[in-house]
């Protein structure tokens, strides 16, 4: 069963007068709903840049202000829980986007029974998302920041385990 089928519900004559005017505050609920789901993703994107932020920079200063006071080496620890970090970064992200292209199908699935179509007509303009110098989707920057991060705890990492190594 496609989604048009499934989001059909009652046919208007058999729930009432009140259909359609039920019918348009829903989609403005609905839509509402979906901009919340993007308010959180940007909320969750700036903790895990921050998080990042304050591992890295604690590693910066760990590395220059404490080299010769410090017995234990904690920048390993802190670059570990860094990748651990941003592969959850990673996930919670994928999991915004689909619920995301979930929650717009069905926007455009409403659209269908509307006398106009907003969503599915910007989505449109901008070539469905399949033309990067129209349209580049936030997600697929956004997608690439863990990344970078991990490149950074990695690099860390590496500096760690290097300074701990025996001199030949």
Not at 135 to 154: C, K, N, S
Request: net charge positive.
């Amino acid at each position: 069963m496609g989604l048009e089928e499934i989001l059909k519900g009652v046919p208007p004559g058999e729930y009432g007068d009140l259909h359609r005017s039920h019918v348009l505050e829903l989609y403005r609920i609905y839509v509402e709903m979906a901009d919340r789901v993007s308010a959180r993703r940007i909320t969750t994107n700036s903790f895990f840049l921050s998080i990042n932020t304050a591992m890295i920079g604690l590693v910066g200063y760990i590395s220059v202000s404490y080299k010769t006071a410090l017995s234990v080496d904690i920048r390993l620890p802190i670059a570990i829980a860094g990748v651990v970090i941003c592969y959850l970064w990673r996930r919670i992200v994928r999991s915004y986007r689909d619920l995301n292209s979930a929650k717009f199908k069905v926007i455009h699935a409403i659209e269908l029974g509307l006398p106009i179509r907003p969503y599915d007509s910007e989505w449109e303009a901008v070539g469905r998302g399949r033309d990067p110098k129209r349209y580049l989707p936030f997600t697929h920057v956004e997608i690439t920041v863990p990344w970078v991060f991990v490149a950074l705890h990695v690099t860390v990492m590496l500096f760690a385990l290097l300074a701990h190594s025996p001199v030949q």
